[in-house]
């Protein structure tokens, strides 16, 4: 099997910050060490990419000594934190930016999906459009005249054609951008998740496509996701990401699971003056069972137990613990806070514990967030927003109910029903 | 960083992502390759530029007749300015004409990278297939232009006016290339430098405007002397003028030495502007 693509010891550093007038000072050095042929100046302070530590500098290692062969036909998934540096070697692939240190090499031509309609005009026709987008995505004029009807039929918008873009219905819009982009010819793919468009039904299309293109035609595709289950679906081979570097690579599966599990963080510990201000100091979170184990993961039947502890280091404070739990998808399910309590803090180490019960979250993997808020004047002394992550598991068979299968919905709270018979007909 | 090319047969790549490029690269087989790109998007502009409007292409004309129109007004009736013995319009509209081209090159070229930074962003092609569609794009704008002046010439003819160019006509397109470099050279520039410190910028709007009052759009060179000669004459887009009104009305300045000068900073500027370009585009969606 020969190698299609070829990263060795591929960095990426980022300058992050404001640029100001200050800058200009640093850039000015900078070039003159360049210019004598040092190196420079401000890459040797990098540090890893951790965005939840304040760095010391302002140099961010978004990717560090990467390397990895892919073969040709084989399609990579790769996977990660938010910040892992999967937009940057997604970038990087594509050659919209270039990489700090290190080399790639790639044999046929390469086409990267980073976003569907790159460069659509709202003035110019869908045919217009095609043609134009096309090009820009690296085909030839004859190319796109030769999967014209395709296009067209595939996007499902002949009626519009002649039209001008801006009076499509978004729906339209991206159903024809995504059109484009599926029939693209070259050898090697990068491909967004945000490729996968529209209404359902579409997008089912489009993963559907993207399973076509990477099991028929002998080509290979880089595919990034957050999306487990298309991953799962289009990939055999996935790269695990986390701050840059490779955690691991190996069998999508395997890959996933540990992905998975390093993502829960039931116990963690601050440093004093790490989180909080003068009046209050976060210390530690965890989840705790009510056996008082602490909770890797939690069963759908079990309660669930969130405690968190601080250091008062001013009294006379009215203080309210609050806790906030997000799903997967960064979406707010809810927050809870002992408001009502009304108590007014001396100094000293504190504890506040909040039960979740049993039966209310559903499956899934959630994050939860801690703050301490004081009023009136309601000032936040802390807000965590990442502080713990679990998952709420289920084993299916104690289900008590004759439908096995995942069930919809971020809560799945058991509610009272009543159901009667009103008459006969 | 160390790339040797020791690896066996099965190592042709067609395609080697480094972190350095060449200095000066005009990718002409990178361009070759994007040449429909290249035509789509100045389809795509030339069509943007009339779609949903009345008059259309007529827009083209609007513009240098109302300008000619306040200059005829302003610097040749109120003013009283020379124009070389030529007829007030005619010399006006020559000049108006040409410094219109670069002044739009020089323009839309100077923000290249902020306006495409979405497009530039997300998809790789040579990146100097945008400004070199902006260049294409005014041509096509200023050869429509160039019918209006045509016109007016053989207007002036009729009316028995004694002008017109001998053999310099022949040197016609190439002042309009030496143009075409100099508007996409310092418009490279200036929208490299800005990428990451926009104050630049602020200067281009103005500081065409100003540019043009040191050429002679609305003056003759022949008119100044002393130091006010060398100041406006060594304005590199000032012999283009000249240039432009010498082949068309066969009025105006135009030696070997005029030739010589203006070839040489034109190319001077080009150049520098596309090695500032290259070196800017591979990374300044970092910056911008």
């Given amino acids: ?425 | 960083m160390k790339i040797k090319n020791n690896y066996s047969d099965s190592d042709n790549w067609d395609l080697i992502i480094s972190p350095r490029k060449k200095w000066f690269d005009l990718q002409f087989r990178q361009l070759w390759a994007y040449r429909d790109l290249l035509m789509l998007f100045v389809r795509r502009d030339v069509v943007a530029f009339y779609k949903q409007t009345i008059f259309g292409p007529l827009w083209y004309f609007i513009q240098p007749v109302a300008t000619t129109i306040v200059f005829v007004f302003v610097f040749g009736n109120l003013a009283g300015l020379s124009t070389d013995g030529l007829p007030q319009p005619l010399f006006y509209l020559a000049g108006i004409t040409a410094w219109n081209y670069f002044s739009d090159c020089l323009k839309k070229t100077s923000t290249v990278f902020r306006d495409n930074q979405q497009i530039f962003g997300k998809v790789y092609f040579p990146r100097i297939v945008s400004p070199i569609s902006i260049i294409l794009s005014n041509l096509l704008k200023f050869g429509i232009q160039l019918f209006l002046l045509i016109a007016l010439i053989i207007y002036y003819a009729f009316q028995g006016v004694d002008f017109g160019p001998g053999w310099e006509v022949l040197l016609f397109p190439i002042f309009v290339l030496l143009m075409a470099m100099q508007g996409l050279g310092l418009g490279m520039i200036i929208t490299a430098l800005t990428t990451k410190y926009r104050d630049l910028s602020y200067l281009v709007e103005f500081g065409v405007q100003l540019m043009m009052y040191s050429t002679t759009v609305i003056y003759p060179l022949s008119t100044l002397g002393g130091k006010m000669y060398w100041v406006v004459a060594l304005n590199p887009m000032t012999f283009v003028i000249e240039g432009i009104r010498v082949s068309t009305l066969g009025e105006g300045i135009l030696t070997i030495y005029t030739m010589g000068y203006v070839t040489l900073v034109s190319t001077i500027i080009f150049i520098v502007g596309v090695i500032i370009f290259n070196r800017v585009e591979k990374n300044f969606v970092d910056t911008i």
């Fill in chain 1, 1 to 425: 099997m020969t190698t299609a693509i070829k990263v060795e010891n591929l960095s990426k550093a980022y300058q992050i910050g404001q640029f100001s007038t200050g800058t200009l000072s640093r850039d000015i050095e900078r070039w003159w060490a360049l210019a004598r042929g040092k190196e420079d100046p401000f890459l040797k302070i990098g540090e890893i990419n951790d965005r939840s530590q304040k760095g010391t500098s302002d140099i961010v290692w978004s990717l560090k000594d990467l390397n990895f062969e892919v073969n040709q036909g084989e399609v990579l998934g790769i996977i990660g934190k938010n910040g892992a540096g999967k937009s940057t070697l997604l970038k990087v692939l594509s050659q919209v930016t270039t990489p700090t240190t290190g080399v790639i090499k790639m044999k046929g031509r390469i086409s990267s999906l980073l976003e569907v309609g790159t460069g659509f005009h709202p003035e110019l026709t869908g045919r217009e459009n095609i043609f134009l987008n096309g090009a820009i995505l690296g085909m030839t004029k004859s190319e796109v005249a030769r999967k014209f009807d395709e296009i067209v039929d595939f996007s499902g918008v002949e009626r519009y054609i002649d039209t001008p873009v801006k009076r499509y219905s978004s729906g339209m819009y991206v159903r024809l951008a995504f059109a484009v982009a599926a029939h693209l010819e070259s050898e090697i793919l990068v491909v967004d998740e945000v490729l996968a468009v529209g209404d359902a039904e579409f997008q089912k299309k489009c993963i559907g496509k993207m399973g076509d293109i990477s099991k028929g035609e002998g080509r290979t595709i880089l595919f990034v996701s957050h999306i487990l289950n298309m991953i799962k679906s289009l990939c055999r081979k996935t790269i695990f990401l986390e701050d840059g570097t490779i955690r691991s690579i190996g069998q999508t599966e395997v890959i996933i699971q540990e992905y998975l599990s390093s993502k829960k963080k039931t116990h963690q510990i601050w440093e004093s003056g790490a989180v909080g201000d003068h009046v209050v100091e976060l210390r530690s979170a965890s989840m705790i069972k009510s056996n008082g184990k602490e909770a890797n993961t939690i069963d759908f039947t079990e309660d669930l137990y969130v405690e968190y502890t601080y250091l008062v280091k001013e009294p006379g404070f009215r203080l309210d613990p609050n806790i906030h739990i997000f799903d997967q998808n960064g979406n707010y399910i809810f927050v809870s806070s002992d408001y009502w309590s009304k108590k007014v803090y001396d100094k000293g180490l504190y504890k506040s514990v909040m039960k979740i019960p049993k039966k209310m979250l559903n499956t899934g993997i959630y994050n939860l967030g801690v703050a301490l808020t004081s009023y009136p004047g309601t000032t936040i002394h802390f807000f965590e927003r990442d502080a713990l992550t679990f998952e709420v598991t289920e084993d299916v068979s104690n289900r008590e109910m004759d439908f096995m299968g995942k069930m919809p919905g971020v809560i799945r709270p058991k509610l009272e029903w009543e159901t009667i018979k009103i008459s006969d007909k």
